[in-house]
């Protein structure tokens, strides 16, 4: 038995925001470097012998505690319901901050000082090759970009297409790093940062790519056309979407029509003196929207993406569609071409040195929490829990007293 603390891992995922498993710590990648570090003959099937999975030594310990303020006395359903959350809220950090590592030597031939170190190495392994084999520390949003060099003169409209994609990978990538407070500080080799990258790549657009663009569509050649096609009717898909979405929030938000009274000027309606129909069906109405707050944010947030990127295909077609004239012979295509590289040069590089960053802050994704410890050796499975309760006990003790020793230091003065 084995206990370890995760080191970078947050809400179940890596640092890079991969998926995190306990099952990653004995996947066969894992298990085959160990048969291969501790030569365990090829014939034993190793993965019957592993078991990981969340799982911390404090957690019975934590249990006392939360069960021994629930027993206390005059406790209203208030605090009955505050204690519980506390109480849910640290379990699972706990939980998953945490796994459990048990391995069965005798399966696999071992003897006891084998498996131990086998305990210890699994979760170093575990970190070296998912660490080298595997992409956990490169952000999914963010990705290198790469230009074939028969691109980069954007002399057709397939190449300017290929240019286009790149630079709103560029625009992501950089939006996604600005985003992350782990990088706040980060800089290429040639000292720019995240910020003024993205503002160099705005001026490019600007001032080369936007005419660039506009006059490789004037061609009207098969993959421009193709491309106007795509684009309107994606376009038209969007416009739809978005009246759906104004028809849903239209029916969610529109005032209750009030029926007007038949009794006369100066009457009284029912509902001003008993609770009638009309009055039941408002609460009711009342509850439903209560009940739909949520709902309506999520159709609202989705609505606004929905035009912006809607905005943005409007932009683009006013672009590739226009009838204006443009003469190509004042571009400066060479110089187009520079900047262009210089920009995916800082880009690549700025990534590089943010897998870097991360890298050399999680060199290792765990620390040692407690153990290794052998069921049935001189300390028993429920020791280890028992000796983490009585250290935060211990601790809880020692705050108490001293609370009480300051109390009594203050009334005898």
Do not use: C
């Not at 319901?81 to 640290?90: D, G």
């Not at 028809?247 to 001003?272: I, N």
């Not at 280890?384 to 935060?392: E, I, N, R, T």
């Amino acid at each position: 038995m084995y206990f370890i603390d995760l080191n970078g891992i947050t809400n179940e995922r890596y640092p890079g925001g991969a998926r995190f498993s306990p099952q990653n710590i004995v996947a066969p990648e894992v298990l085959s470097e160990v048969r291969r570090r501790f030569q365990i003959d090829p014939k034993i099937k190793m993965r019957a012998a592993f078991t990981a999975a969340y799982g911390s030594p404090i957690i019975a310990g934590m249990q006392r505690y939360y069960q021994r303020r629930l027993e206390a006395r005059n406790l209203t359903q208030t605090d009955l319901t505050a204690i519980n959350t506390e109480y849910q809220n640290e379990l699972r950090a706990a939980i998953q901050s945490s796994v459990q590592i048990d391995i069965n030597h005798s399966l696999m031939g071992l003897d006891t000082a084998a498996g131990m170190a086998i305990a210890r190495a699994l979760p170093e392994i575990w970190t070296e090759v998912y660490s080298t084999r595997f992409n956990i520390f490169a952000n999914d949003g963010v990705t290198p970009v790469s230009i074939p060099p028969a691109d980069e003169k954007m002399g057709s409209v397939a190449s300017v297409l290929v240019v286009d994609a790149a630079l709103d990978t560029m625009r992501k990538g950089l939006k996604a790093l600005a985003e992350d407070n782990r990088f706040s500080g980060l800089m290429s080799e040639q000292g720019v940062s995240v910020a003024t990258l993205a503002e160099r790549l705005s001026t490019f657009d600007s001032i080369y790519f936007g005419t660039i663009k506009a006059v490789a569509f004037q061609a009207k050649d098969g993959v421009g056309i193709a491309y106007t096609t795509v684009t309107r009717q994606r376009l038209a898909e969007l416009m739809r979407n978005v009246a759906q979405y104004d028809a849903a929030l239209d029916k969610l938000l529109r005032p209750r029509q009030s029926v007007p009274s038949t009794e006369g000027a100066g009457a009284f309606s029912k509902d001003a003196l008993q609770l009638g129909e009309s009055g039941i069906a408002e609460i009711l109405q009342l509850a439903e929207r209560a009940s739909s707050n949520e709902f309506i944010h999520e159709t609202l947030k989705k609505r606004q993406d929905t035009a912006f990127e809607a905005s943005a295909l409007q932009k683009e077609l006013d672009i590739v569609t226009s009838e204006q004239a443009i003469a190509d012979l004042g571009i400066p295509r060479e110089q187009a071409t520079t900047a262009l590289k210089e920009l995916v040069k800082q880009y690549d590089d700025l990534l590089a040195r943010a897998d870097a960053s991360l890298r050399t802050q999680f060199r290792s994704l765990y620390t040692p929490s407690a153990g290794p410890f052998v069921p049935g050796s001189f300390l028993p499975g429920w020791a280890v829990p028992a000796l983490f309760a009585a250290g935060a006990t211990g601790g809880l003790l020692g705050v108490l007293f001293a609370l009480f020793a300051r109390r009594r230091g203050s009334s005898a003065a």
